[in-house]
């Protein structure tokens, strides 16, 4: 028996899109048809009218025309915006990565993995199985604060906080300060009574010297070793309780001439006199003095040791005597502060030697001799300088300056090295008349 049945078909159709053949009814407008039939249930007039409104079928004109739009707008598309080109491209750089692949073995026991010991104390990373060291100035990774249970009596003190020891002071220099800024009486008397108790008044005298001496030497451009060295010197000389009656200040200015002549930084009696105001003479005397006590102390210090059974060393450590100042030595600081070349400073310098090798002006201070070297070696190269000024650097008179140099003037040809002459960079044309 075949099923019969009459329905309504209701087909909304409009003029569709061109490109997506949808019904315009999503646009807006549309018709409505409505058909009425008698057919079979799924026959083919129901497919075929169900086809057209949700499947319809696209002619090959159409499809060609669609895809013909769409290359258009795409053609368009790129016109209007091109791409970057490839050389304006910046490459954003690659974010930094530990190459865990990498590891630290033995290069002599190559075992993987590594049995490797960090000795912090030395600073050395170690291997444990033959003692080959294989790096240096590791960082202590271990915890920096204080402990203070009964727990680490046998083991390292991790703590390492605060300024090492001051060799320079004695004691172990751990104190405590009490302030009363803003408080009341009671807190101000706590305060004087713990800085009694507290109070070294040796370390308040090394201070104080400490201070001069960095003063001092800051003012006249002395390095920093010339002034531990001089600190150092003083500190011996208060240890021992010398040179009571002496004022501060002269041992002070003692100790400095001491250290410039141990560190080999020239320094005459007059430039020491000029920046601690203690008179020449004084400043020879205290000179003297020092220099007896140092030799006296290292005497003693030698006997102690040979009779405990050892050797003392020669060329140890210890307070040594250096012979005066030399011109060559006062050559160098001298041309510096003139603004001479250093072929002027050489040349000045090897005049200096062959005038003390000669003889030819003793009794004079190096100082005056210094001076008539850069004066005739500043005229032999062509920089010539006056010797006014030359005078107002070295400290000497003009006329010492002169007559220095007219009784190096006769002796210019064994002053002055051939070499010298023979390339040119000295000329003896150049030398003003005596």
Not at 175 to 192: E, P, V, Y
Not at 320 to 330: F, R, S, Y
Not at 403 to 432: E, T
């Amino acid at each position: 028996m075949v099923l019969r049945e009459t329905f309504l078909v209701i087909l909304l159709y409009s003029s569709r899109c061109s490109l997506c053949r949808h019904p315009q009814s999503r646009h807006g407008s549309y018709k409505t048809i409505v058909a009425q039939a008698t057919a079979k249930l799924y026959s083919p007039l129901f497919v075929r009218l169900n086809k057209k409104v949700y499947a319809p079928e696209f002619s090959k004109k159409r499809i060609r025309k669609a895809t013909n739009r769409a290359e258009k707008r795409t053609t368009l598309s790129q016109m209007a915006n091109p791409p970057a080109p490839a050389s304006t491209i910046v490459k954003a750089p690659e974010q930094w990565r530990e190459n865990l692949a990498m590891h630290l073995i033995c290069k002599d026991c190559k075992e993987d993995p590594p049995n490797l010991v960090e000795d912090f104390a030395a600073g050395d990373t170690i291997c444990a199985s033959c003692g080959l060291v294989l790096g240096d100035r590791i960082v202590d990774t271990r915890s920096e604060w204080r402990t203070f249970t009964n727990d680490d009596q046998n083991t390292d003190d991790p703590s390492r906080v605060g300024d090492g020891a001051n060799p320079l002071l004695n004691g172990a220099q751990l104190q405590t300060g009490i302030a009363f800024g803003g408080g009341n009486g009671k807190s101000r008397d706590l305060s004087r009574a713990q800085n009694k108790v507290t109070h070294d008044k040796s370390t308040k005298v090394l201070l104080a010297a400490y201070k001069e001496i960095a003063a001092l030497c800051d003012g006249m451009g002395i390095p920093k070793n010339v002034s531990d060295t001089a600190k150092h010197l003083f500190k011996i000389v208060n240890d021992e309780n010398a040179f009571r009656g002496k004022s501060q200040e002269t041992v002070v200015a003692g100790c400095i001439f001491i250290a410039c002549r141990q560190c080999k930084v020239g320094r005459s009696f007059q430039e020491i006199f000029a920046l601690t105001k203690v008179s020449k003479p004084e400043i020879g005397r205290i000179f003297k003095a020092l220099e007896k006590f140092f030799l006296a102390r290292n005497e003693k210090m030698k006997e102690a040791i040979e009779e405990a059974g050892g050797i003392a060393d020669p060329n140890g450590s210890g307070f040594k005597a250096v012979d005066a100042t030399t011109a060559k030595e006062l050559c160098v600081r001298y041309c510096n502060r003139l603004g001479l070349s250093q072929k002027c400073t050489m040349l000045s310098q090897d005049i200096a030697l062959k005038v003390d090798a000669t003889g030819l002006l003793a009794g004079r201070s190096p100082i005056s001799v210094a001076a008539a070297c850069i004066y005739m070696g500043s005229w032999l190269v062509g920089e010539g300088k006056s010797a006014k000024d030359v005078s107002n650097i070295a400290g000497v008179s003009d006329g010492t300056i002169r007559n220095a140099y007219k009784l190096m003037h006769p002796s210019k040809d064994n002053l002055v090295k051939a070499d010298w002459v023979k390339d040119g960079r000295a000329n003896f044309k150049g030398l003003p008349p005596p």
